[in-house]
Nanobody, 121 residues
């Protein structure tokens, strides 16, 4: 059974930084792509970033501010978020999947429970 557990969310002021972590268990972590999605109140869940092998992919809204990385030895994926804006406030979810689809939810089989990010002064 695959389990994904996010951590690192919280309250941050605009312009600040946070690093989210997602610890995975249950299957060979390094074999699968990992993604981060987010969902703000009243909005659909949207793609944020993904990592597959050594390649990374970002939504235009976070490019240049967010960095996704993974540590296969620790079965953990990270999302470093810098220059945070109020529009970045959402519940952030990590996801794991096989296949080539990166930027939509159907490309991922397993999801974490989410971690709240609040950006406010």
């Amino acid at each position: 059974q695959v389990q994904l557990v996010e951590s690192g969310g919280g309250l941050v002021q605009p312009g600040g930084s946070l690093r989210l972590s997602c610890a995975a268990s249950g299957r060979t972590f390094s074999s699968y792509k990992m993604g981060w999605f987010r969902q703000a109140p009243g909005k659909e869940r949207e793609f944020v970033a993904a990592i597959r092998g050594g390649s990374t992919y970002y939504a235009d809204s976070v490019k240049g501010r967010f960095t996704i990385s993974r540590d296969n030895a620790k079965n953990t994926v990270y999302l470093q978020m810098n220059s945070l804006k109020p529009d970045d406030a959402a519940v952030y979810y990590c996801a794991e999947g096989a296949g080539i689809i990166l930027t939509t939810q159907r490309g991922y089989e397993y999801w974490g429970q989410g971690t709240q990010v609040t950006v406010s002064s």
